[in-house]
């Protein structure tokens, strides 16, 4: 199957502050530090979708008709993400599969669309957010699941995408590119950025 395009609002080095907030927002171990963790999530989120839209629409081959959020894979339950506000993410959509899921390991059946969903996803564009990419295989496990129940297309968002600077020689080199460049929230990953034209 192939793989979903993915497009990070933001680099992520771990460790670092997006890790700690990608990480706070779910498990900090104070209530309310997860509230400010999460509001933060929301902001980069939220502000990331309203100004690339137009990007993510083009590589969905429409507009984006369905939210969802990729599942926790090591806590049962919904993910962190519906509670995040503003994402109008649909609850519900994603549950564990019958395969096992790991690091390094997407599986076509690691998720599956819950029954009472499958109306919902069939024919639609489908947008799926998570926080953090580091492998990518929750991310795609999730886009698997959704194609497998007939969406149209599937695009994936995360927050950050986690590279760590020093693991090796070619991660060096991208951060030493990457700090020489100036971000700018008005441009996004795709070549061209159809929303800084």
């Given at each position: 199957?192939?793989?979903?395009?993915?497009?990070?609002?933001?680099l992520?080095?771990v460790?670092?502050?997006?890790?700690?907030?990608?990480?706070?927002?779910?498990?900090?171990?104070?209530?309310?530090?997860?509230?400010?963790?999460?509001?933060?999530?929301?902001?980069?989120?939220?502000?990331?979708?309203?100004?690339h839209?137009?990007?993510?629409?083009?590589?969905?081959?429409g507009?984006?008709?369905?939210?969802?959020a990729?599942?926790?894979?090591?806590?049962?339950?919904?993910?962190?993400?519906?509670?995040?506000?503003?994402l109008?993410?649909?609850?519900?959509?994603?549950?564990?599969?019958?395969?096992?899921?790991?690091?390094?390991?997407?599986?076509?059946?690691?998720?599956?669309?819950?029954?009472?969903m499958?109306?919902?996803?069939?024919?639609?564009?489908?947008?799926?957010?998570?926080?953090?990419?580091?492998?990518?295989?929750?991310?795609?496990?999730?886009?698997?699941?959704?194609?497998?129940?007939?969406?149209?297309?599937v695009?994936?968002?995360v927050?950050?995408?986690?590279v760590?600077?020093?693991?090796?020689p070619?991660?060096?080199?991208?951060w030493?590119?990457?700090?020489?460049?100036?971000?700018?929230?008005?441009r996004?990953?795709?070549?061209?950025?159809?929303?800084?034209?």
């Open positions: 199957m192939p793989l979903a395009p993915v497009v990070p609002a933001s992520c080095e460790p670092g502050p997006l890790a700690r907030v990608l990480s706070g927002y779910k498990a900090a171990p104070v209530t309310e530090a997860r509230h400010r963790f999460a509001a933060a999530v929301s902001d980069i989120l939220v502000t990331f979708l309203a100004r839209q137009v990007c993510l629409e083009h590589l969905a081959g507009p984006l008709e369905l939210a969802v990729v599942p926790p894979t090591l806590r049962p339950g919904e993910a962190p993400l519906h509670q995040v506000p503003g109008g993410v649909r609850r519900g959509v994603l549950v564990r599969g019958p395969a096992p899921l790991g690091h390094l390991r997407a599986s076509v059946r690691g998720f599956q669309v819950a029954g009472a499958l109306e919902a996803v069939a024919g639609r564009r489908v947008l799926v957010v998570d926080d953090i990419y580091t492998t990518g295989a929750r991310a795609q496990s999730a886009a698997a699941a959704l194609r497998l129940a007939g969406a149209a297309s695009v994936v968002v927050c950050g995408r986690a760590r600077r020093g693991a090796s070619w991660r060096r080199a991208y030493l590119d990457a700090d020489a460049s100036r971000w700018d929230a008005e996004c990953c795709l070549v061209p950025c159809r929303a800084a034209r």
